[in-house]
Structures are given as C-alpha cells and as structure tokens.
C-alpha cells in the first residue's frame, strides 16, 4: 500500500485549493489525483503520487543525475 | 514508464554495483528503512548484486507491518458491528489480530471496503449519512498528509458520520530506536525517499552525528537503490557520517511545506506501540484535541486492551536488523501469505512476504 509512484498531470479538473486536482496519467492508467500539496505543479508535469495524492513534483533537471553520473564512470553507449 | 523504467535498466544497475564492488574493502550493515525498498531489493535480486561484505537488513518501514495487535483488534471489533462500514487499505484486511482478521468479519457479512484514497472512504460517508463510516489511516508520514486533508475536509463539509482510526508511525525516532539498542548492528541507512518527500531531511542530521551513521535519503528503483548503498559505503569506508540526498529529483531539504501545515494542524506527536517492537516515544501522530471527535477509538468507546503476542513472530527482530525471515522457524511453513502468522508475511512491502514470493531470484529484472 506505501509505494509512491510517478505519473503525468494530464488536465486539471478542480482549481479549489484544499480539492484540487488532476487526471494523472500512470503510464496509460488515468486517474483523479489531489494536488493540494504540490500547488506548482502543471499540466505535463510529472508528480509522485501516494493514496490518491501527489507529495511531489519530479524535477526533471535532477532526475538526469544519475545518468550523467553514469557517463562520467563509464561507457554510456551500452545504454542506448 | 517515464522515471520507472530508466531506473530499471540493467546494464546501469550493473554499472553502480561495479563501482560498489571496487568501492568496498571491508564488512558492512547497512538498513533500508522502507519495506518499498525491501521490496524492491528482493524483486530485483538487488542483494546477489553487491559485494558479500555489504549485508542489507530491512527496516522498520512497512505500516502493515508495524500497526500493533491492539489496533487490529479495535479495527475488528469496530468493523463487525452492523451500524459501521468499515473502509481499509486492502493489505491491513488478512493482518492477523488476536483472534482472526477483518477478511473474517467481511465474510461474516461485515460492511468491509477496501479502499486506495481515505478520499473515497471520504466519499462513501458522503453518500451513506445513516451509517457510520470509519477509515483505517495506517501509516507514515507519506501517508498523514493525505489523512490530515480528508479530516479538513470532512470538517468543512461537515461529515458527523466519518472517523478515522488511526495508527500512524515516524521514521526518524524509529531509527534512534533501533541505533540505540544493544546489540545494534546498522551501520549505515538508506532513509524512505517519500517520507523525505514530506518532512525533508533536516531532522536526520543529529541522529547521523551522535550515532556515527551516514544516513542516505534513497528512492525506490533498483538504480536508486544502489547508489543510495554507494553514497553510504564511500561513506563508511572513509569514515564519514553525512545525511546525503540521492533521491533528489523527488526530495528537497525542507520536504513538502505545505503537507507540513495540514499535519501540524490536524495532528499531535504521541508515543506509539509498533508491533513486535514494543513503544517507542515520540514515535506516533494523535489527532489533536480539535478533531477528537473523529476519533473511531473514542466514538466506539475502544478499551485498551490486547494480550501479548503468541504467535511466536519474530517480525521485531527481523525489523531491527537483527535477523532475517529465513531465520524464523515458522517461515514458509505455518506462516506464509496464504495463512499468514505475521504481519509481514501479509503485505508485499513486508520482509517476509517478499522473500517468500521472490524466494528463486537472484538477479535483476532488465524491463
Ligand atoms: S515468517 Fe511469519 S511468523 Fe516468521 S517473522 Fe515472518 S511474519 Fe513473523
């Protein structure tokens, strides 16, 4: 029940602080979400979600990291 | 799936554990808090991966599995009476009580619902005003925000037939819990990213130090994983004890400020009893005074009283990284997720359940 995982803000639908929300796209699977807590985040975004709400915004930048990491300890090409 | 599959990918995961490898010289403990990371470890066969002198031991993070037997036996008996539906994360309905779990009351015709949102067990009190509607808010801090908000919301719609009950748990002095115990053996912690999420992970800074533990906030991919377990064995084996963030794309310093207001205003910081663990203090969240009227504990006149545990688990010792589930004699045989005898053989975030179900792998999945 504790997994938090990843999805696309695809439309908001309630624009009334404490209820807002969006349909959050999981890889194909829609479903409403409540983004009370994460009021920056738009449509396209990619929020982390956990029993129906969003916790955080995926900030893109930092999630390329780990792969820029990866390149300067090694051979990139064998991931693409 | 975009931040899930990147992570997944076998030759990078392969690539972080070579550099483990070259990394490591000596023994080491090292704690994953989150049963979402214990899952993932066993899944991904994350563990065969690292060098044998990095022992990974499975924390304390898994709500399933820590709720006290006390709380199952409130939930039970507030789910069979006939003026009460009873809404619940699917995983708490076969955690086994002192006698029987909630699957017994739902097939004994118990109103039981299992639920993903306390927004939809919020929802069903909107549309049954003649029955009692009471919600089972397990978990942690990832999962209080989300309890806070349904309580400010059933005030402002002014709900009189919605309560929750409420058996929620806190990371950081679970961690001083275990640090402090004779006998410890962790070294290092991969702290649960999503909690982070919430709170940041200031409040990790003095344990890190007075117990000499580098302490890594880690997400939940087999990537990140184990550059949570790199970022805390270059720390080991140079001696340093440093709260990092590896999980960074997700977690900020200071967490979630907004979620931080919704749950100081709804919640109060109490001692908790965790299951197989025993109390620890400051360990738990309470509703405040304010919203005692959603207290199911309170609106069904709850008696606090569980006998001991007599299952012969041993899940607290397991969940203080003392031991492993292969180490208890009943796993795989009286206890297993068919028929389980412990909490953790229940949900698949729980260590045993995991190493159960993954009990024939041993490497990583590549998709
Ligand atoms: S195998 Fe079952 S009885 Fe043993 S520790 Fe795990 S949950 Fe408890």
Known sequence: ???????????????????????????GICKEINLAYVPEAREGDYVIVHVGFAISRVREQEAHRIFRYLERIGELGELQ | MKFLHEYRQREAVEKIAAEIHRVVTRPWTIMEVCGGQTHAIVKFGLQQLLPPQIELVHGPGCPVCVTSLEIIDQAIAIASRPDVIFCSFGDMLRVPGSNGDLLTVKAAGGDIRTVYSPLQALKVAEDNPHKEVVFFAIGFETTAPAHAMAVVLATKKRLRNFSLLVSHFLVPPAIEAICSAPGSRVQGFLAAGHVCAIMGY?????????????????????????????LCVRQLEQGICLVLNQYARAVDRNGNLN???????????????????????ASGLRLRA?????????????AHSSGPDRSGCISGRIMQGLQK???????????????????????????????????????????
């Open chain 1, 1 to 27: 029940m504790c997994l938090g995982i990843p999805g696309r803000v695809e439309e908001l639908l309630n624009e009334s602080p404490l209820e807002r929300s969006a349909r959050v796209n999981f890889g």
């Open chain 2, 202 to 230: 200031e409040q990790y800074r003095p344990l890190a130090r007075e117990y000499r533990v580098p302490i890594v906030v880690t997400g939940f991919e087999p990537l990140d994983i184990l550059e949570g377990v790199l």
């Open chain 2, 259 to 281: 979620a931080q207001e919704i749950l100081e205003l709804v919640f109060d910081i109490d001692d908790q009893a965790w299951r197989g663990v025993g109390s620890i203090a």
């Open chain 2, 290 to 302: 304010e919203f005692a009227r959603f207290d199911a504990g309170r609106r069904f006149g709850m």
């Open chain 2, 325 to 367: 589930p292969c180490d208890c004699p009943h796993f795989g045989g009286r206890c297993r997720p068919e028929q389980p005898l412990g909490a953790p053989m229940v949900s698949s975030e729980g260590a045993c359940a995991a190493y159960y179900r993954y009990r024939n792998r041993s490497t990583a999945d590549a998709h």
